[in-house]
Nanobody, 123 residues
Framework: QVQLVESGGGLVQPGGSLRLSCAAS????????IGWFRQAPGKEREGVSC????????YYRDSVKGRFTISRDNAKNTVYLQMNNLKPEDTAVYYC????????????????WGQGTLVTVSS
């Protein structure tokens, strides 16, 4: 069964850090693009970061550049999102996903979604 399971969310103060993990099962992570999306309350889901199938060049939305880092451990079939200098506007449910391509484009779609993990940035 193809599945993505996230972990690592929680409550953190502004300026703090969290690392999200996403364990893949049922497929080999290294053979696919992989990424992170988020959905804040009352807002649409948006792409945060992704790695292409080869995983050489990461892509980030502008608002997280310099603060977030995506990485992949093929041996563990796991992808990570290291989030530093977190801001209240980063508060959202974060979803691991397998997009059809990275970087995302107008014709991109998501093949597999994780269940999501909540990140709350608040003092």
């Amino acid at each position: 069964q193809v599945q993505l399971v996230e972990s690592g969310g929680g409550l953190v103060q502004p300026g703090g850090s969290l690392r999200l993990s996403c364990a893949a099962s049922g497929f080999t992570l290294g053979n696919y693009a992989i990424g992170w999306f988020r959905q804040a309350p009352g807002k649409e889901r948006e792409g945060v970061s992704c790695l292409s199938r080869g995983g050489v060049i990461p892509y980030y939305r502008d608002s997280v550049k310099g603060r977030f880092t995506i990485s992949r451990d093929n041996a563990k079939n796991t992808v990570y999102l290291q989030m530093n200098n977190l801001k209240p506007e980063d508060t959202a449910v974060y979803y691991c996903a397998r997009p059809s391509r990275c970087p995302l484009g107008p014709t991109s779609y998501v093949e597999v979604w994780g269940q999501g993990t909540l990140v709350t940035v608040s003092s």
